[in-house]
């Protein structure tokens, strides 16, 4: 039992799982997110009603468990080299989130590290929630495997940092300096993609989060090689005035699938309309082992020629701002997850992005809102005030002295 507000350091988390290095059977599973915290359990678990995201059963039917709410940092960050550092693990990274096909020797320590899909900047609840639905189902299925096969294991779920730091007022303003900058830091990683022809840069792409889901059971995380690594093949990109094709090629991106190609294709047109030319993402297709071609149809991602595009959630799903609409049976099989997108396929200078067209546009809902009850408004005070300029008085008064007042009936 720890007292509120405590932070477990990495010496204390050293001591913790101690355990774990010290028995018999050493097999650990690490379930590793960018982003978690205590209150994603507790607050998605009330206001979720029946579609509770942590229904899986391995916390509650372990013989022993350990919940830690809070824990620094740093480290978390270094949790693998604390773990590979503590015992001769056999080192496995599993990215088609299925143990069923791997070669397990339960005779030595295994160290199983599973990178789950990422948290999204603003997500809305909704959203949320559904993320933390699939990576239930993931743990499920990857727990289930290992205890059919009859392999005792342990498993730890945490992430690199948390998805939600307090803005206590009584938190001391040089400590709450350097969480910011820890989160500034963290958020500009890596350079984006550049294809270029010559000594010019024709094509950048960038996106914080790159991911695919095949069937809804394979998951392809693309992330680190498109933009860390860079372990992907270009080569097959074309760029010309008119036309701009982007090649991603990979090459056994998960088990089961040898070879993965994503084409982000664009072109460039003068419309009359608005007298100047612009740039569109007019489809995407991927080839999955050179014969099965997935087309989708691209919606609301143009831009100026000499601008960039951006937008923070472009994929299949219909909360998304920028869709990919499936064109072809192909293509219902798989689901696209693209965040922080950013793409320039023309008029590129100095090997940087131009200024960004947004997908929101500047009318959001809460303007119209505003805009249509201020004319509401507007209108009753403006037929108020006729109403009023339209009353008369009479022209003639009775005196109380005189005669009665006669008006006859032609007035």
Request: hydrophobic content about 40%; proline content about 4%.
């Amino acid at each position: 039992a720890m007292h509120e507000g405590h932070v477990v350091s990495a010496q204390e988390l050293k001591v913790l799982l101690q355990p774990l290095f010290t028995q018999n059977s050493r097999n650990l599973v690490l379930f590793l997110q960018d982003r978690l915290s205590i209150d994603d359990f507790t607050y998605l678990s009330e206001s979720s009603g029946s579609k509770n995201p942590f229904q899986n059963e391995i916390l509650q039917s372990s013989p022993s468990s350990l919940v830690l709410p809070a824990v620094d940092c740093e480290a978390t960050r270094y949790l693998l080299s604390i773990l590979q550092e503590s015992g001769d693990w056999k080192l496995t990274n599993v990215t088609n989130l299925n143990v069923s096909q791997l070669d397990v020797n339960a005779s030595e320590p295994n160290l199983l590290v599973i990178q789950l899909q990422p948290l999204l900047s603003h997500l809305t609840q909704y959203v949320e929630l559904h993320i933390f639905l699939f990576t239930d189902k993931i743990i499920g299925r990857v727990t289930m495997d290992l205890q059919e096969r009859g392999i005792h294991f342990s498993v730890i779920y945490t992430a690199v940092r948390p998805s939600r730091i307090s803005r206590r007022t009584d938190v001391v303003a040089e400590l709450r300096r350097q969480l910011l900058a820890v989160e500034e830091e963290d958020s500009i990683s890596y350079l984006p993609l550049n294809v270029t022809t010559g000594n010019y840069t024709c094509i950048l792409f960038y996106a914080s989060n790159f991911s695919l889901e095949a069937n809804s059971s394979v998951f392809i995380d693309l992330t680190n090689a498109t933009f860390v690594t860079q372990d992907v093949n270009i080569s097959a990109s074309e760029c010309s005035d008119s036309n701009t094709t982007l090649s991603l090629k990979y090459t056994n991106p998960v088990n089961g699938i040898s070879s993965l190609e994503i084409r982000f294709l664009m072109t460039n047109k003068f419309y009359e309309g608005s007298a100047r030319k612009w740039s569109t993402l007019d489809s995407v297709e991927i080839i999955q082992d050179g014969e099965k071609f997935a087309t989708f149809n691209v919606s609301v991602i143009s831009a100026p020629a000499e601008y960039s595009f951006h937008c923070q959630l472009v994929g299949t799903s219909n909360l998304y701002p920028a869709r990919l609409i499936p064109s072809n049976n192909e293509a219902k099989n798989w689901d696209v997850s693209i965040s922080r997108f950013q793409i320039q396929g023309f008029n590129i200078e100095n090997n940087q992005f131009s200024y960004a067209s947004d997908c929101t546009g500047f009318f959001t809902p809460g303007i119209w809102m505003g805009l249509i009850t201020s004319i509401i408004l507007l209108w009753i005070l403006t037929y108020g005030i006729h109403m009023i300029m339209q009353l008369t008085t009479n022209s003639r008064f009775d005196d109380p002295k005189g005669p009665a007042l006669s008006v006859p009936e032609t007035e």
